[in-house]
Nanobody
Framework: HVHLQESGPGLVKPSQTLSLTCTVSGGSITTNYYYWSWIRQPPGKGLEWMGAIAYDGSTYYGPSLKSHTSISRDTSKNQFSLQVSSVTPEDTAVYYC??????????????????WGQGTQVTVSS
C-alpha cells in the first residue's frame, strides 16, 4: 500500500515562492512507468493537475502553470517537491500529491491517479 504525505507552509505571502514536499512510503518513486504529481483545488473550484515527475526524472507541467512551476525529487529520501514562484491569492488551494500509472504517457487526468495524500491547505495572503 502506497502512502503519500504533503508537508510545507500553510501561509505564503504574495510574490513569494510556495514550496511543498511529498514523502512517499510503501513504494519507490523510481519504479518504472509511475508518475508522481501535484494536483490542487482552489476554493469552490475543481481539481487541477499541475504537473508530474516521472520514474526516470522527466518532468511535465500543465500549460497554464509551466512558466512558474517546478517539480523536483530526492530519490535518497523518496520525496518529490513542488515550487510555485511569484504566487498570487489565486494560488490559494488545497494541494495534493498523487501517484499515477503505470503508463507510457504521463497521466494528466486526475481520474488516472490511484493513491493520494490527504492534502494540505495553502493560503496566499499578506
Amino acid at each position: 500500500h502506497v502512502h503519500l504525505q504533503e508537508s510545507g507552509p500553510g501561509l505564503v505571502k504574495p510574490s513569494q515562492t510556495l514550496s511543498l514536499t511529498c514523502t512517499v512510503s510503501g513504494g519507490s518513486i523510481t519504479t518504472n512507468y509511475y508518475y508522481w504529481s501535484w494536483i490542487r483545488q482552489p476554493p469552490g473550484k475543481g481539481l487541477e493537475w499541475m504537473g508530474a515527475i516521472a520514474y526516470d526524472g522527466s518532468t511535465y507541467y500543465g500549460p497554464s502553470l509551466k512558466s512558474h512551476t517546478s517539480i523536483s525529487r530526492d530519490t535518497s529520501k523518496n520525496q518529490f517537491s513542488l515550487q510555485v514562484s511569484s504566487v498570487t491569492p489565486e494560488d490559494t488551494a488545497v494541494y495534493y500529491c498523487a501517484r499515477g500509472g503505470p503508463a507510457v504517457v504521463v497521466p494528466t487526468s486526475v481520474d488516472e491517479y490511484d493513491y493520494w495524500g490527504q492534502g494540505t491547505q495553502v493560503t496566499v495572503s499578506s
